[in-house]
């Protein structure tokens, strides 16, 4: 079964802290690679993408390691607004191009 | 920043009725997706639509399921007679890219809750 697994947590973590997430996908042909956040009952909303060369957003790096099927998500000087659970999401090749989700990761940034 | 919208917020319906859950995808967006989340559990991949036609449905998109893209601009889920099993939220996506196989994020609407009595 083609799952994608991820610590549930959850991380309680003060402001300003540092914070990473991992997550391992089962299927090796995948192709595309997300992470989304999800507030509380709401919809999950793109974080960013991960590159094989691994990207940054501001405070947010991503990293991918293909040969271990391994994805993390590194979290800089910790706000508050960034409480939430965050979704670790793959494409798999399979040609239907529907996105495959972990169960999430909540963090609870406190002041 | 274009957006996804979906229509009602809160559905709640008897079961045995049919339900109809409205979209509307970002308007270049060739390719449509809808998902559900059942409360405390993980996002799950209902169906996608691409050139008017199914391109990709899982075990969950039974019989009971059906989509439809009425016009130009709705893109619809359709459940004919609920279950008590159906009651979640109704997550409806777009992408753009010129090909199926295109990376582009898919972007999601903020969702249609469910609720079979």
């Known amino acids: 079964r083609k799952e994608v697994e991820q610590d549930p947590g959850p991380f309680n973590v003060p402001e300003g802290a540092t914070v990473a997430f991992n997550c391992t996908y089962s299927?090796?042909?995948?192709?595309?690679f997300f992470w989304y956040r999800q507030d509380c009952r709401k919809e999950p909303k793109l974080l960013m993408s991960?590159?094989?060369s691994g990207n940054e957003d501001g405070r947010f790096t991503a990293q991918l390691n293909r040969a271990s099927q391994y994805i993390s998500l590194l979290i800089r000087d910790s706000k508050l607004s960034d409480s939430a659970t965050y979704l670790c999401?793959?494409?798999?090749?399979?040609?239907?191009?529907?996105?495959?989700f972990g169960s999430g990761t909540r963090l609870q940034v406190q002041p | 920043e274009p957006e996804v919208t979906q229509t009602p917020s809160h559905q709640v319906t008897q079961m045995g009725q049919e339900v109809i859950l409205r979209c509307v995808p970002i308007?270049?967006?060739?390719?449509f997706y809808w998902y559900r989340q059942i409360l405390g559990q993980k996002v799950e991949f209902l169906v996608s639509?691409?050139?008017?036609?199914?391109?990709?449905k899982s075990e969950i998109f039974d019989d009971q399921f059906s989509v439809e893209r009425p016009d130009g601009s709705n893109f619809t889920l359709k459940i004919r007679s609920t279950k008590l099993e159906d009651s979640a939220m109704y997550f409806c996506?777009?992408?753009?890219?010129?090909?199926?196989?295109?990376?582009?994020?898919?972007?999601f609407g903020d969702g249609t809750r469910l609720s079979i009595l």
């Open positions: 996506a777009s992408r753009g890219g010129d090909t199926v196989y295109s990376n582009q994020p898919q972007h």
């Open positions: 299927n090796s042909a995948s192709q595309s």
């Open positions: 991960v590159y094989s």
């Open positions: 999401v793959v494409n798999e090749d399979t040609g239907r191009r529907a996105l495959t």
């Open positions: 308007s270049n967006h060739l390719y």
């Open positions: 639509f691409y050139n008017n036609e199914i391109s990709e």
